[in-house]
Structures are given as structure tokens and as C-alpha cells.
């Protein structure tokens, strides 16, 4: 597929995407924070906790995730209730939840600006805070978006101008390799398996090929997304609070 099919408004090639920031430990009374970016779609994470004891009905002997939605305006409707489970599902799988029994850690996500792909952006935000915090962690959770044009070609992370005119599009979820930004991971058991996917959430119909198509690129932006959040989680946390100004 030639990548002049595809007339993006901001003159990206279909694989491309947005410019990429990231700032953590940029609240002070959260136990990790993070600011994370994808062109204008910008996402504020804060982690509390691990706090003693689980909510009712919480399984006591593994630790608990709690996940809030903020709106940049307005209160949480079906759409963003919906991202809280998906993100508290995304986030369990890549927590160590037998370290901490009995206790429960509460991500909040502040949107402060929406401009397409924003649940990818919110899951890659939360894992940066979580890594802030010391959460363990079997590894990172890295996200994409990839959406199917009207006209067939797929483009990767999508505006919001974008994503309304898309036939179709998948929220896609990677494992990231542990090694030098998580220490002290044990056995070999908690090695990623990188032909493995966390989550996949889709929009629309979208054929079986396009589907299996998305998942090649995603996997391909994702190792990219990896490296640029391990450079980020290496740098020095007072030169990532001044990028935040």
C-alpha cells in the first residue's frame, strides 16, 4: 500500500505518528505522576497508593487497582466508564498484584486535551506514573492506535479530525521488555512475550486482513513508543519536570 493513498491533514505519512513528550514526578503529593503527549492529545496521570485494605467484593490476597476518568469538561458519561474498565483490566495484567496483598492503588487520569487516540495515550501516561511510583511491575504496557480509512489504508494514531471519518479502528495494547527500566525482575516467568498483545479494543467493522495488518504496525510504533518511555523513565526526573513547564 503506497503511502501516497493517504492525504493526511497535518502532512504525516500513514505509519507516522504524533511527536511523542513525556514528564514525570510532576505532582508532589501523588505517590508517581505523569504527563504524557501525543501531539495534542495530552493525558495527566496521578498514582496513590498502595493503600491498606481492598473495596467489598475485592479479592484480599492480591492487590487492588482502581482506576478514575476525568473529563477535560463535563461529567464521566458511558464512553469514559467504559475506558475505566479497560484500563483497570490493561493495568492488573502488568501489575505484580501478590507483592502488595490487601492493599489498593488508584490511578486518576485528568484529560487536558482530547485530539484523537486518547485511550492509548491514557494507557501509556498511567504506566509511566505507575514506574514513577516503584509500582512492580511484570513489565510496561505500550499503546496505539491504528484506524482503517474510508478508502481502505490504515493510518497510525489518529487526530480526532481523523478518527471521526475512520471505517474502523483498534486500540492496541503491547508488552514491553522489563530489562533496565524495571529492576530486580526474577525468573524467567516474568520474561515478556513479545509476539503477545494485553488488550485490543475495536471500533466499527473491520476486516480480518486490516485486522492482522494493524496489529503488525502497532507492534512496530510500539517498540518505537518502548524505546522513547525508556529513555524517558532513565532520564533524570528533575530535567523531566522541567520539560513539563
Given at each position: 500500500m503506497g503511502t501516497m493513498e493517504v492525504d493526511r491533514?497535518?502532512?504525516?505519512?500513514?505509519?507516522q505518528m504524533r511527536p511523542l513528550a513525556c514528564s514525570r514526578n510532576i505532582l508532589n503529593r501523588a505517590h508517581g505522576s505523569s504527563r504524557w503527549s501525543q501531539g495534542n492529545t495530552i493525558v495527566l496521570a496521578a498514582v496513590y497508593g498502595p493503600k491498606a485494605g481492598t473495596r467489598k467484593g475485592e479479592n484480599p490476597e492480591v492487590?487492588?487497582?482502581?482506576?478514575?476518568?476525568?473529563?477535560?469538561?463535563?461529567?464521566?458519561?458511558?464512553?469514559?466508564?467504559?475506558?475505566?474498565?479497560?484500563?483497570?483490566r490493561t493495568l492488573r495484567s502488568i501489575c505484580l498484584l501478590t507483592i502488595h496483598p490487601n492493599t489498593t492503588t488508584s490511578i486518576i487520569l485528568q484529560v487536558v486535551g482530547d485530539?484523537?487516540?486518547?485511550?492509548?495515550?491514557?494507557?501509556?501516561?498511567s504506566c509511566a506514573a505507575l514506574v514513577d511510583a516503584g509500582i512492580p511491575?511484570?513489565?510496561?504496557a505500550v499503546a496505539i492506535c491504528c484506524g482503517l480509512t474510508e478508502t481502505?489504508?490504515?493510518?497510525?494514531?489518529?487526530?480526532?479530525?481523523?478518527?471521526?471519518k475512520l471505517q474502523a479502528f483498534a486500540c492496541l495494547v503491547?508488552?514491553?521488555?522489563?530489562?533496565?527500566?524495571?529492576?530486580?525482575?526474577?525468573?524467567?516467568?516474568?520474561?515478556?512475550?513479545?509476539?503477545?498483545?494485553?488488550t485490543s479494543v475495536?471500533?466499527?467493522a473491520m476486516p480480518?486482513?486490516?485486522?492482522?495488518?494493524?496489529?503488525?504496525?502497532?507492534?512496530?510504533?510500539?517498540?518505537?513508543?518502548?524505546?522513547?518511555?525508556?529513555?524517558?523513565?532513565?532520564?533524570?526526573?528533575?530535567?523531566?519536570?522541567?520539560?513539563?513547564?
Open positions: 491533514g497535518d502532512g504525516r505519512t500513514p505509519n492487590a487492588s487497582i482502581e482506576v478514575i476518568w476525568k473529563p477535560k469538561t463535563g461529567q464521566i458519561g458511558k464512553q469514559e466508564k467504559e475506558y475505566e474498565i479497560i484500563l483497570k485530539d484523537g487516540a486518547l485511550l492509548p495515550c491514557a494507557i501509556n501516561a511491575l511484570k513489565h510496561l481502505g489504508s490504515l493510518i497510525l494514531d489518529p487526530t480526532k479530525i481523523e478518527e471521526q503491547f508488552p514491553n521488555s522489563p530489562i533496565s527500566v524495571i529492576p530486580k525482575v526474577s525468573s524467567s516467568a516474568e520474561e515478556p512475550f513479545e509476539h503477545g498483545i494485553i475495536t471500533h466499527g480480518v486482513h486490516d485486522y492482522f495488518n494493524c496489529l503488525e504496525r502497532g507492534r512496530a510504533a510500539c517498540s518505537k513508543i518502548s524505546e522513547f518511555l525508556r529513555r524517558s523513565l532513565q532520564s533524570d526526573s528533575s530535567n523531566d519536570t522541567s520539560k513539563a513547564r
